[in-house]
């Protein structure tokens, strides 16, 4: 199959990137052509390491009508060129272009699909008209069909995923040597610097706890970066911020935990990531995080932004060691089983070729 992934903004602190990338790497594997079309990023060395085909047009994503029309008619030609049988995209506004180069064409053989990685709130009354939709949740699914009106039929839930290639990376390093040589208790949280990710609440509960040999790693990017540098600072927290990176491996081989504070988040790829690393995990009870994690089991909730609640949490399994080995290895064992490319790839061809058939 030869098929055109159209999603913008290709970053290394997007879990969508990452999706998409996945996408492209076990495509290929499987002899397939994929080919992404994107406004740029900082992780399009990712695509050049696994030798994937891509093409840059930096106004993608400009509402400008003249550029709009100049890339429906840029997308067209890239679907003749490359005799594209399937246009998967990944935003609301890819979707837009997607469809309309479709309607273009005089010979229509080609079948769209889009991925809702999201919750949204805005209806705009033109998104999720792909031939089908995949709902990364059943938040996300329970949206699509309430909120969007989007027909049933047309939804099919196949839930993010993670992936094995990055335990082969572990099993080059000393996993048991730990970079944090002064004792502290180290805490890992990975994503955007985004209102709705809610690091801030994060902050709050070390405030909270005031234990200077806890560590918080946070590794990201984005709008809120200046309001957690000034709290940080202000309360004198035992905290480092670092860039998005290519490789993640060493901060989960020095972590003793992994937290996500999400305040809204549909099936975040982190908390797959803490699972394949097999790292005690604390998030948010809501959305994809609630049907993901069984409290005391997998994982633990707290209530979202709540930080007298998460501290506690903190607490509870620095201090119950036994507790956090029983719901890493959990947590593991369901990723291992159910959320890596070993099985979602799968589910992706089969529903790419289903569609075809129609």
Known sequence: MNILHITPDFNYACGRSYYVYLLMKYFKKRKHHPVLLTNGGDSIDRLEDIKADYKIINSLHSKNPLSFAKNVSEIS????????????????????LAIQ????????????VFTALSIVDKRYNIEFKSDKIIAVSDTVRNMLIRKFRV????????????????????????????????GDYSILSIGRYHPDKN?????????????KTIKLVLIGEGECLNEYRKYINRHKLNVELIPPQ?????????????VLPSLRDPFPNFMLQAGLHKKPFIGANVDGIAEMILNYENGLLFESDNEIELARKILQLKN???????????LHKDVINDYTEATKISDIEMLYREILKQ
């Open 77 to 96: 030609k890239i679907i003749i060129e490359n005799d594209i049988h399937i246009i998967h995209t990944h935003h609301r506004f890819s979707e837009l």
């Open 101 to 112: 180069a479709v309607n273009l064409l005089k010979e229509n053989h080609v079948k769209t």
């Open 151 to 182: 027909e049933e039929n047309r939804i099919q839930k196949i839930s993010n995923f993670t992936d094995r290639a990055e335990l082969h990376e572990l099993e080059k390093r000393d996993s048991g040597k730990k970079s944090q040589e002064n």
């Open 199 to 211: 690091q801030i609440v994060l902050l709050k509960a070390l405030n909270v706890l005031k234990d």
């Open 246 to 258: 290519k490789h993640l491996h060493e901060y989960f081989i020095n972590t003793e935990l992994c």
């Open 320 to 330: 119950n060691k036994k507790l956090a080995a029983h719901c890493a290895e959990n």
